[in-house]
């Protein structure tokens, strides 16, 4: 079964610093990987996908994330965080390759302090 | 822009109430999705729809059904609602993916239902 893990319930960063939010996956196949971010009160918005290719997917508001195929991850980073970056993080896998279903991960909550 | 609405940013309802939950898109998407969020679980899918009147069960679909006779719109209901429903339900849609390729999934601003 696929599934992904976000090992950290909350990553805190002083502004300006580089962040990264962790997220490992467990796929049979070749993995699609997405990170969504849901700001306080709003819905989840999508800020970028691996589907193949390589492996530094840049997305939205400057996030990038980083497919690593050996270390099964695709961590989420930014080179300078901003308090407006202040958001719950989920990471989800494709369920499967015949499927528009996903598996989401169960958030991060990223605090970037002033 | 594609944009998901749901019926009621909150709701307060009693425990056996038979409760609807109603959304809409806006961009002709085949795909149409209705989630719960609670905090340390993330989003748990309760049913998928890929058409008008056609419907797949998620991973949590006790105590939930769901209608889709058009395609804009597809609404899910608690039959009897009980406190364990009490949650953040967010609906989604996406159009059809044809692979490799996948299509990403747009939400709405989500429905807090409280059961008492």
């Known amino acids: 079964a696929q599934s992904v893990a976000q090992p950290e319930d909350q990553v805190n960063v002083a502004e300006g610093n580089p962040l990264t939010v962790k997220c490992t996956y467990s796929?049979?196949?070749?993995?699609?990987l997405f990170w969504y971010v849901q700001y306080p009160n709003r819905g989840l918005q999508f800020l970028l996908k691996?589907?193949?290719?390589?492996?530094l997917v840049k997305g939205s508001y400057g996030f990038e994330a980083e497919f690593n195929k050996s270390q099964t991850s695709f961590h989420l980073k930014k080179p300078s965080a901003l308090v407006s970056d202040s958001a719950l993080y989920f990471c989800?896998?494709?369920?499967?390759?015949?499927?528009?279903?996903?598996?989401f991960g169960t958030g991060t909550r990223l605090q970037v302090f002033p | 822009d594609v944009k998901v609405t749901q019926s009621s940013r909150y709701l307060v309802k009693r425990t056996g109430e038979k409760v609807f939950l109603e959304c809409v898109q806006d961009?002709?998407?085949?795909?149409m999705f209705w989630y719960r969020q609670d905090p340390g679980l993330g989003l748990r899918l309760i049913y998928f729809?890929?058409?008008?009147?056609?419907?797949e069960k998620g991973d949590i679909p006790e105590g939930y059904s769901v209608s889709r006779e058009k395609k804009e719109r597809f609404s899910l209901i608690l039959e009897s609602a009980s406190t364990n429903q009490t949650s953040m339900y967010l609906c989604?849609?996406?159009?059809?993916?044809?692979?490799?390729?996948?299509?990403?999934?747009?939400f709405g601003p989500g429905t807090r239902l409280t059961v008492l």
């Open positions: 989604a849609s996406s159009l059809m993916t044809l692979s490799p390729s996948y299509n990403e999934q747009f």
């Open positions: 796929v049979s196949g070749n993995p699609y």
């Open positions: 691996y589907i193949t290719g390589d492996n």
């Open positions: 989800a896998v494709r369920d499967g390759y015949n499927t528009d279903k996903l598996i």
């Open positions: 961009m002709d998407h085949e795909n």
């Open positions: 729809s890929y058409d008008v009147k056609m419907k």
